[in-house]
């Protein structure tokens, strides 16, 4: 069982910038990749930021250059430096971990609680 709780949200303005925190416990072994997603009102929830135990990383295109993943293995603890930030990030952020094996999401799925961003123009 892993858990994972976030941290950071918040209201800035635009151009603003926030850090997210997601530190995860428990069988922290059992998962190799961390990711961001965001869910705005009506809209599909969608993958903003991944990293993986290699150290590769993905963004989503509206986010490239602005944002940054990153961890923080000893506190087992992965972040999301939000940079420009821009009304259109307005959504609740979730910090989700799982593990891959040969391509495939495998075992359980772990999800935080979530943490509201509001970017005001």
């Known amino acids: 069982q892993v858990q994972l709780v976030e941290s950071g949200g918040g209201l800035v303005q635009a151009g603003g910038s926030l850090r997210l925190s997601c530190a995860a416990s428990g069988s922290i072994s059992s998962i190799n990749v961390m990711a961001w997603y965001r869910q705005a009102p009506g809209n599909q929830r969608e993958l903003v930021a991944r990293?993986?135990?290699?150290?590769?990383?993905n963004y989503a295109d509206s986010v490239k250059g602005r944002f940054t993943i990153s961890r923080d293995n000893a506190k087992n603890t992965v972040y999301l430096q939000m940079d420009g930030l821009r009304p259109e990030d307005t959504a609740v952020y979730y910090c989700?971990?799982?593990?891959?094996?040969?391509?495939?999401?495998?075992?359980?799925?772990?999800w935080g609680q979530g943490t509201q961003v509001t970017v005001s123009s």
């Open positions: 990293s993986t135990n290699s150290g590769s990383t």
């Open positions: 989700n971990a799982y593990r891959t094996s040969w391509g495939r999401r495998v075992g359980e799925d772990y």
